[in-house]
Protein backbone atom coordinates (compact mmCIF):
# COMPACT_ATOMS: atom_id res chain seq x y z
CA UNK A 1 0.00 0.00 0.00
CA UNK A 2 0.67 3.75 -0.59
CA UNK A 3 0.19 6.71 1.36
CA UNK A 4 -1.56 7.71 -1.88
CA UNK A 5 -4.76 5.07 -1.03
CA UNK A 6 -8.21 6.21 -1.52
CA UNK A 7 -7.13 9.85 -2.63
CA UNK A 8 -8.69 10.96 -6.26
CA UNK A 9 -7.02 11.16 -9.30
CA UNK A 10 -5.80 14.71 -9.90
CA UNK A 11 -3.98 15.44 -12.81
CA UNK A 12 -2.72 18.74 -11.68
CA UNK A 13 -1.78 17.45 -8.40
CA UNK A 14 0.41 14.60 -10.48
CA UNK A 15 2.06 16.87 -12.58
CA UNK A 16 2.93 18.82 -9.17
CA UNK A 17 4.50 15.92 -7.94
CA UNK A 18 6.70 14.73 -11.33
CA UNK A 19 7.53 18.78 -11.02
CA UNK A 20 8.58 18.40 -7.54
CA UNK A 21 10.41 14.78 -8.35
CA UNK A 22 12.13 17.05 -11.27
CA UNK A 23 13.82 19.82 -8.68
CA UNK A 24 14.70 17.46 -6.05
CA UNK A 25 17.68 15.58 -5.38
CA UNK A 26 18.90 12.26 -6.85
CA UNK A 27 21.52 10.22 -4.90
CA UNK A 28 24.52 9.81 -7.07
CA UNK A 29 25.37 6.67 -5.07
CA UNK A 30 24.54 4.55 -1.61
CA UNK A 31 21.75 2.23 -1.16
CA UNK A 32 17.91 2.17 -1.98
CA UNK A 33 15.78 3.21 0.25
CA UNK A 34 11.99 2.68 0.88
CA UNK A 35 10.17 5.85 2.32
CA UNK A 36 7.28 5.53 4.28
CA UNK A 37 4.35 7.96 6.10
CA UNK A 38 5.52 8.30 9.62
CA UNK A 39 2.27 7.61 11.16
CA UNK A 40 1.18 4.40 9.06
CA UNK A 41 4.24 3.22 7.79
CA UNK A 42 2.40 3.49 3.82
CA UNK A 43 5.11 3.69 1.30
CA UNK A 44 5.53 7.21 0.07
CA UNK A 45 9.29 7.16 -2.34
CA UNK A 46 12.32 4.98 -3.19
CA UNK A 47 15.47 6.01 -3.81
CA UNK A 48 18.79 5.05 -4.73
CA UNK A 49 21.68 5.39 -7.16
CA UNK A 50 20.33 7.64 -9.60
CA UNK A 51 17.07 7.37 -9.23
CA UNK A 52 13.51 8.77 -7.24
CA UNK A 53 10.28 6.63 -7.16
CA UNK A 54 6.92 8.65 -6.19
CA UNK A 55 3.83 6.98 -6.03
CA UNK A 56 0.81 9.45 -7.76
CA UNK A 57 -2.22 7.86 -6.96
CA UNK A 58 -3.75 4.35 -5.97
CA UNK A 59 -7.05 2.62 -6.52
CA UNK A 60 -9.50 1.28 -3.50
CA UNK A 61 -8.35 -2.55 -2.94
CA UNK A 62 -9.89 -4.84 -5.40
CA UNK A 63 -10.24 -7.92 -3.30
CA UNK A 64 -13.94 -9.21 -3.62
CA UNK A 65 -14.26 -7.20 -6.99
CA UNK A 66 -14.89 -9.09 -10.30
CA UNK A 67 -15.75 -8.20 -13.56
CA UNK A 68 -17.77 -5.81 -14.68
CA UNK A 69 -16.34 -3.72 -11.66
CA UNK A 70 -12.75 -4.99 -12.02
CA UNK A 71 -12.89 -4.02 -15.73
CA UNK A 72 -14.11 -0.86 -14.60
CA UNK A 73 -11.86 0.10 -12.33
CA UNK A 74 -8.93 -0.76 -14.57
CA UNK A 75 -10.42 1.07 -16.86
CA UNK A 76 -10.21 3.98 -14.63
CA UNK A 77 -6.63 3.08 -13.96
CA UNK A 78 -5.29 3.08 -17.49
CA UNK A 79 -7.30 6.56 -18.04
CA UNK A 80 -5.73 8.11 -15.49
CA UNK A 81 -1.81 6.75 -17.29
CA UNK A 82 -3.35 8.01 -20.35
CA UNK A 83 -4.03 11.12 -19.07
CA UNK A 84 -0.76 11.77 -17.60
CA UNK A 85 1.13 10.57 -20.67
CA UNK A 86 -0.92 12.86 -23.08
CA UNK A 87 0.32 15.86 -21.03
CA UNK A 88 3.67 14.88 -20.45
CA UNK A 89 3.76 14.16 -24.19
CA UNK A 90 2.56 17.59 -25.08
CA UNK A 91 5.40 19.09 -22.57
CA UNK A 92 8.44 16.88 -23.80
CA UNK A 93 7.23 15.34 -26.45
CA UNK A 94 6.41 11.30 -27.90
CA UNK A 95 7.25 8.98 -24.83
CA UNK A 96 8.87 5.64 -25.75
CA UNK A 97 7.84 2.79 -24.00
CA UNK A 98 10.89 0.50 -21.96
CA UNK A 99 9.35 -2.96 -21.52
CA UNK A 100 9.80 -4.69 -17.76
CA UNK A 101 9.63 -8.61 -19.27
CA UNK A 102 13.54 -8.99 -19.19
CA UNK A 103 13.71 -7.31 -15.55
CA UNK A 104 11.15 -9.45 -14.52
CA UNK A 105 12.43 -12.63 -15.69
CA UNK A 106 15.96 -11.61 -14.30
CA UNK A 107 14.63 -11.06 -10.72
CA UNK A 108 12.71 -14.85 -11.18
CA UNK A 109 15.98 -16.07 -11.72
CA UNK A 110 17.95 -14.33 -9.09
CA UNK A 111 20.10 -12.27 -11.48
CA UNK A 112 21.87 -8.80 -10.90
CA UNK A 113 19.43 -5.44 -12.13
CA UNK A 114 20.31 -2.15 -12.51
CA UNK A 115 19.53 -0.32 -9.09
CA UNK A 116 16.16 1.17 -10.48
CA UNK A 117 15.17 -2.06 -12.36
CA UNK A 118 15.77 -3.89 -8.57
CA UNK A 119 13.65 -0.89 -6.86
CA UNK A 120 10.89 -1.17 -9.27
CA UNK A 121 10.52 -5.11 -8.92
CA UNK A 122 11.21 -5.23 -5.54
CA UNK A 123 8.14 -2.50 -4.80
CA UNK A 124 5.97 -4.98 -7.02
CA UNK A 125 6.11 -1.75 -9.95
CA UNK A 126 6.07 -4.18 -13.07
CA UNK A 127 4.54 -2.15 -15.53
CA UNK A 128 6.07 -1.11 -18.76
CA UNK A 129 7.36 2.56 -18.70
CA UNK A 130 6.81 5.52 -20.71
CA UNK A 131 9.54 7.15 -20.56
CA UNK A 132 11.04 10.71 -21.72
CA UNK A 133 14.13 12.12 -21.70
CA UNK A 134 16.23 13.69 -21.43
CA UNK A 135 14.48 16.50 -20.17
CA UNK A 136 15.62 19.82 -18.60
CA UNK A 137 15.41 19.40 -14.66
CA UNK A 138 15.97 23.12 -14.17
CA UNK A 139 17.96 25.78 -15.00
CA UNK A 140 20.74 25.02 -13.00
CA UNK A 141 19.92 21.19 -13.13
CA UNK A 142 21.27 18.50 -15.44
CA UNK A 143 19.50 16.92 -17.98
CA UNK A 144 16.91 13.67 -16.34
CA UNK A 145 14.85 10.68 -17.57
CA UNK A 146 11.12 10.81 -16.28
CA UNK A 147 9.09 8.06 -16.45
CA UNK A 148 5.78 6.80 -15.34
CA UNK A 149 3.82 3.43 -15.50
CA UNK A 150 0.53 1.68 -13.87
CA UNK A 151 0.85 -1.22 -11.75
CA UNK A 152 -0.54 -4.08 -10.36
CA UNK A 153 0.91 -6.65 -8.55
CA UNK A 154 -1.90 -9.27 -8.40
CA UNK A 155 -5.92 -9.21 -9.31
CA UNK A 156 -6.87 -8.10 -6.10
CA UNK A 157 -3.90 -5.47 -5.15
CA UNK A 158 -5.09 -2.25 -5.91
CA UNK A 159 -3.86 -0.38 -9.07
CA UNK A 160 -0.80 2.29 -8.52
CA UNK A 161 0.19 4.90 -10.77
CA UNK A 162 3.90 6.21 -10.15
CA UNK A 163 6.68 8.35 -11.74
CA UNK A 164 10.24 8.53 -11.33
CA UNK A 165 13.11 10.52 -12.31
CA UNK A 166 16.85 9.08 -13.50
CA UNK A 167 19.94 10.91 -13.69
CA UNK A 168 21.06 8.14 -16.23
CA UNK A 169 19.03 7.05 -19.32
CA UNK A 170 16.65 4.60 -19.03
CA UNK A 171 16.72 1.59 -21.81
CA UNK A 172 15.30 -1.42 -22.25
CA UNK A 173 17.16 -4.15 -20.56
CA UNK A 174 18.94 -6.53 -23.36
CA UNK A 175 17.19 -10.58 -22.79
Known amino acids: MTARMGEAFEIDRALSDIETLLAGPVPAAGPTDDEGDPATGEWTATSGEGFRILPLWESESLVGVYAPEWNDAEETARGHLDELVA ?16 PIFRKIANEPLPPLFQALCDQDLLGDLSVWGPVAAGPEAADVWVAASL ?21 ELED
Open 87 to 102: ELDRRWGAHRKVGMRV
Open 151 to 171: NQCDGDAPMILVALVSDRPIV
